[in-house]
């Protein structure tokens, strides 16, 4: 027999789109429901981003370490897989549990189990049968199958996070950051790495300018890059996996292991979203401005699982809170997508914000393009980096920066200033007048302008 209870807000997954709607209402005294399928938390801090970012760290030493030979460092420096697994563990393994009792002590009932629409207004999770004035979906995304012969044999970045060793060679398939930032990471632990790419070029949404340079940067790690390769089938034979890509699934392909990196894609598919009248397409949930479900009024969706542009963690939580206040305070707030820092983690990092060249001159904008390569500058070359570049777009007229692409030391943190800039309404002038520290990254912004 189903148990039933009535809610405020429903919200269904944890991760930080739901980790910011639920203790917000709940704070606001609204009766709160939180129904997770997997690890409290979603995917960034136990299957994503953070151990990912704990694996970069080990790599970037070594990348250093390499890069300043005959510059004064000597010696080698090796990655032990075992013992970093173990390490990334130590940030991944207290946060289901500790969050689960950070919304427990807000006074958030938490449902453990998988969520599916019964209706407009209600959803099962296991045994319970929960009904809420407002729902909230924000179930995150899911690797995207290849639907391909042999797809069995593939892991995803998932299991890439749990290898507890790592193969000796390993392909990516897919061109996107996922495949980019593990390659990194497994190229500079001592792993043979190869590429495979659909499309004529690795990271389409990026600056090519930039990904040039990121490209040559991991040539040089020892990587392979192969683009225009839309793979077929896979097979295994004795302790390798074969790929079968090209025209006919003639060009062969083989590594100790294969990941799927091709993608991700909304995870709808256990939800059952007709029966409570919610439109999606595989982009996500249709909302509105509001992020509100177009065709059911008391649902909302924010996070990946919604079909607006950037599925990235602090968009996420921007669109979490954007959500809670529209369901306290009646539909008052829009989400403002100008300026979203974007970062692929390489090493080094390659970061972007605003628009590229190709949508300025869409938008029929007038702009400066201001690109270097920046290998020559300090930044890069105290640390013996041999690729990195910077590229700024400034508006004719008025000044204001339109957008800006960097690869290079410390390009995660330095995008941030332009981020602020454009969604401040900043000016180069303004920028200009800025005081940095020196000699830093930051500093080079002056240069840039």
């Not at 080698?76 to 289901?96: Q, Y």
């Not at 306290?328 to 300026?339: C, I, P, Q």
């Not at 000016?427 to 520290?437: G, Y």
Request: proline fraction near 4%.
């Amino acid at each position: 027999m189903a148990l039933e209870r009535e809610y405020d807000v429903v919200v269904i997954g944890s991760g930080p789109a739901g980790g910011v709607v639920a203790p917000k209402c709940r704070s606001a005294g609204r009766t709160v429901a939180l129904v997770e399928s997997r690890q409290f938390g979603g995917t960034c801090p136990n299957r994503g981003c953070n151990p990912k970012k704990v694996l970069v760290a080990a790599a970037e030493i070594i990348h250093r370490t390499q890069s300043m030979r005959e510059k004064g460092i000597w010696g080698a420096v090796t990655i032990d897989w075992p013992e970093l697994m173990r390490f990334k563990k130590s940030f991944t393994d207290p946060v289901s549990e500790n969050k689960r009792n950070s919304f427990q002590n807000a006074g958030i009932d938490v449902y453990q189990g998988e969520a599916r629409f019964l209706d407009e207004h209600s959803i099962r999770a296991n045994e319970h049968v929960l009904t809420g004035k407002h729902l909230v979906v924000a179930s995150g995304m899911i690797t995207r199958k290849l639907n391909i012969e042999g797809e069995h044999l593939l892991v995803d970045s998932e299991g890439f996070l749990e290898l507890e060793q790592l193969p000796d060679s390993i392909i990516f398939i897919g061109g996107g950051y996922i495949a980019l930032e593990f390659a990194h990471i497994a190229a500079l632990a001592g792993a043979k790495v190869t590429i495979l790419e659909m499309k004529n070029t690795v990271l389409p949404g990026f600056d090519q300018d930039m990904v040039r340079l990121l490209v040559e940067a991991s040539k040089e790690m020892g990587i392979e890059i192969h683009t225009n390769v839309q793979v077929q089938s896979l097979s295994r034979e004795d302790d390798l996996v074969k790929v079968y890509g090209g025209s006919g699934g003639q060009t062969e392909f083989q590594a100790s292991l294969v990941v799927n990196a091709a993608g991700r894609i909304p995870d709808v598919g256990p939800l059952k979203l007709e029966q409570g009248h919610i439109e999606a397409s595989p982009q996500g949930i249709a909302v509105n401005e509001y992020l509100q479900s177009i065709s059911n009024d008391s649902v909302y969706a924010a996070g990946d699982v919604a079909a607006s542009p950037f599925p990235l963690t602090p968009v996420a939580a921007m669109e979490g809170g954007i959500v809670a206040e529209n369901i306290l305070r009646g539909n008052t707030v829009k989400a403002d997508y100008a300026g979203v820092p974007q970062v692929v983690f390489t090493i080094p990092p390659l970061a972007s914000t605003g628009m590229l060249e190709d949508q300025a001159r869409e938008l029929g904008i007038v702009y400066e393009s201001r690109f270097y390569e920046t290998s020559s500058w300090f930044s890069s070359r105290r640390i013996g980096l041999k690729y990195s570049g910077a590229k700024v777009l400034i508006a004719k007229h008025s000044r204001r920066i339109l957008g800006a692409h960097l690869f290079g030391h410390n390009a995660d943190e330095v995008i941030n200033i332009f981020s602020m800039a454009i969604r401040g309404n900043l000016t180069a002038h303004n920028l200009e007048r800025m005081l940095w520290t020196y000699p830093s990254s930051t500093y080079e912004i002056n240069y840039m302008l």
